[in-house]
């Protein structure tokens, strides 16, 4: 008897895309790209980035007491940053096509290989969860004073004089998980929202792009990064259109770097 999921919630088996080599400084391209993509339906995507800020907002305040979990809000953010930019991705396609700005089909861009995008989710998902443990062990093992509010941890960590010790700890566990998340997903969603793949060989040709273009990725990697500590460092305000702008980048980064 055949399984319900098999039917339903896994994507059709198909042959595996192959990966071009791009050059290293072409993530500048994309962000140019990015730009010119956010036009396109800048209302659309600029709403999408409001509602980013918004939720950006709403983590801050409730992890506000909990000072361990104020590191991991960065983390949270990039992991489930490429699900909400999915809309985004779908503009960006229609865009390519010469097809007109359509919002309700960018919405429902998902339905196409919803099982599979679902599967992604559950592995970031987690990637999460021990990304927070993980932040919550380095806090309890370099910082046994309670600390109530976000804003005294600064504080508190150079009246301890362990400041030095958990910054590094934090650097080094959080670029792991970040690297090895970003290896995984560089290119994963764009592909299953584009293509009937499964989420397994959207994560293999992901890997497959790092690989192939270590350069290319580092500075992406980097560009996203920076950009998004911006937004962050903003109260939130500029994640309205650096989100958009980066989700939109990312969709010409998976288009250059994945044979179609």
């Known amino acids: ?104 089909s960018a919405f429902h861009a998902w339905r196409g290989n919803a099982g599979s995008i679902a599967l992604f989710g559950l592995l970031l998902t987690l990637a999460y969860f021990v990304w ?29 004089g362990q400041s030095v010790g958990l910054v590094l700890a934090f650097l080094a566990v959080g670029a792991a998980v970040a690297a090895l998340v970003f290896a995984l997903g560089v290119v994963s969603v764009p592909l299953l929202v584009d293509r009937p793949v499964d989420m397994i060989t959207a994560v ?3 890997l497959r792009c ?8 580092l500075l992406w990697a980097a560009l996203i990064a920076m950009l998004t500590a911006l937004g962050f460092a903003s109260l939130m305000l500029g994640l ?11 969709w010409h980064a998976y288009r250059e770097m994945v044979d179609g």
């Open 1 to 104: 008897m055949e399984h319900p999921l098999d039917s339903q919630s896994l994507a059709p088996a198909v042959a595996a895309p192959t990966v071009r080599r791009v050059g290293a400084m072409r993530p500048f391209a994309w962000l140019r790209l990015g730009a010119r993509d956010l036009a396109f339906r800048p209302g659309l995507s600029l709403g999408i980035g409001v509602l980013v800020a918004l939720a950006g907002l709403a983590l801050t305040a409730a992890t506000w007491e909990a000072t361990y979990l104020a590191p991991t809000l960065l983390g949270g953010f990039l992991l489930v940053a490429p699900f909400v930019a999915m809309p985004l991705y779908a503009l960006s396609r229609q865009r390519e096509r010469s097809a007109p700005p359509d919002s309700a």
């Open 132 to 160: 927070e443990r993980l932040a919550a062990i380095v806090f309890a093992l370099f910082f046994t004073e309670q600390v109530r509010h976000a804003s005294h941890l600064p504080a508190a960590l150079l009246l301890s």
């Open 204 to 206: 293999l040709v992901s």
């Open 210 to 217: 790092c690989a192939r273009n270590p350069l290319a990725v």
């Open 240 to 250: 309205i259109v650096i989100f958009p702008w980066l989700a939109h980048g990312s």
